[in-house]
């Protein structure tokens, strides 16, 4: 779990430094300090400490939703299956019905077969689509509660590592501040490979922050 680029220390003061750049007539010269935060991620003992304990807090949290999911899943697919018993047991019912009610009446001539047959039909099909639609119901229903709770599983990560990023950005901004205060340095930005925002002069604060966050 890595610091992320958007929180790195305090680099929107760029924003508010740039116009003492350009201007060049300020009273007083603005010192820029500058960090590296590729070196504070890999060997700055705090910051490596917080990364691994996320990283297992991350691992158990999976395990545990996993775990929660797997149970919820499998009531999901016994209600569903109970359900399915139901529908079918309805309609098996209202057959029986039909059938009893023919066996009660028979048919006294061919025309009457003949209405008796025609009715079976529709019945047959009305009850086909009737369970189609009972079933395709249950299903969305199933579906929508797998999503939700797999979103809530999501949400929850989410909100672990958001949790530790903001420990080690608190916890590196600071160190920064302190820094900062001590060396009288009135900007300090990150300065890191992918980012480079100090080409020339600035003050290298980086050697500090690993000593202060070792």
Known sequence: MKLSKLTRGVCTALL???????????????????????????EAGQIKALQDEATTKLKEKQAELETKM???????????????????????TKEDEFNQKVQANPPKSQEEADRIQEEANELGQSLQK??????????AEASAEAQRIQQEARLQMQGL?????????????????????AKKIDVVLDNSSFQKSVIYGGVDITEDLLEKLK
């Open 70 to 92: 797997n149970e919820k899943q499998a009531a999901l697919e016994e209600n569903f299956k109970k359900k399915q018993d139901e529908i079918a047991a309805k309609f098996q």
């Open 130 to 139: 009737e369970a189609e639609e009972d079933m395709q119901k249950l299903q």
């Open 161 to 181: 590592q958001a949790q530790y990023q903001t420990r080690m950005t608190q916890k590196l901004d600071a160190a920064v501040d302190e820094i900062a205060k």
């Open 16 to 42: 508010l430094a740039a116009p003492m750049w350009i201007a060049g007539c300020s009273e007083k010269q603005s010192v820029i300090g500058y960090y590296n935060a590729d070196r504070i991620e890999r």
